[in-house]
């Protein structure tokens, strides 16, 4: 059995998870973008093919990073295990390695996650037991579905360690935001501090819905308040 991995709330700005998660749940992936441009993180964004399952899902908690490569060895032990240790709090986001023939995820991981208070899980690959997931509302952002088992085909080789999915690196413990516009990760050091930059520009860009609402001209209204930096 491996070895368990917890994330430290001091480490992000001294909040608890669940303040966390809730405050960012509250916004909006294109606001996090946004912040994340003015700081100077540009490559942030996952890949567009990756997508929710259902378009009311929103994930949002540290990275607990996999990765996994094509493996025709009927050993799947390393599949299996990896769930058990999922720490509380995490959402999980694997690293496929570009194999586009297997169901990384089903229904079982998925119980299994909700059991361990796991917030949702970013899979760069297939989905499987599609219709049981919709049912349990875990969040799950995936690339593509599909009905092959891992076993015999795909298998973990490691975790807790640095991947990179599309152009972005992903650490762990590395902070996982997404809704339906994509999946955005932000490095763990600027966890608090995008969240407060990114509460700050949602209330302004709620100034300049209710202008435009009033009959205010959007060039105007945008030069006045939308200044992020």
């Not at 899902?57 to 295990?81: H, L, Q, W, Y």
């Not at 490691?158 to 152009?167: L, M, P, V």
């Not at 608090?192 to 709620?206: F, N, P, Y």
């Amino acid at each position: 059995m491996m070895e368990k991995t917890f994330f430290n709330e001091e480490e992000y700005g001294g909040y608890s998870f669940e303040e966390l998660r809730e405050r960012y749940k509250k916004l909006y992936v294109p606001a996090v973008s946004d912040v994340l441009d003015d700081l100077g993180c540009w490559d942030h964004t996952l890949p567009i093919d990756i997508v929710p399952l259902d378009l009311g899902m929103k994930v949002a908690g540290p990275a607990f990073t996999v990765a996994g490569r094509c493996d025709p060895d009927i050993s799947r032990e390393n599949n299996v295990d990896i769930i058990d240790i999922l720490p509380e709090h995490s959402v999980s986001i694997w690293d496929t390695g570009g194999d586009m023939f297997t169901g990384h995820w089903g229904e079982l991981m998925t119980n299994s996650a909700l059991y361990r208070n796991s917030q949702g899980a970013v899979i760069d690959g297939g989905l499987r037991d599609t219709s049981f997931i919709l049912k349990l509302g875990f969040p799950i952002f995936y690339k593509y579905r599909c009905v092959n088992d891992a076993y015999g085909r795909w298998k973990i080789k490691e975790y807790n360690c640095q991947i990179k999915i599309g152009t972005v690196k992903i650490n762990p413990g590395d902070y996982v935001f997404g809704d339906l516009d994509g999946v955005v990760i932000i490095p763990k050091k600027l966890t608090s501090e995008v969240l407060l930059k990114a509460e700050e520009l949602a209330k302004k860009e709620d100034q300049i819905r209710k202008g435009l609402r009033e009959g205010g001209k959007l060039y105007d209204l945008y030069s006045q308040t939308k200044h992020r930096k």
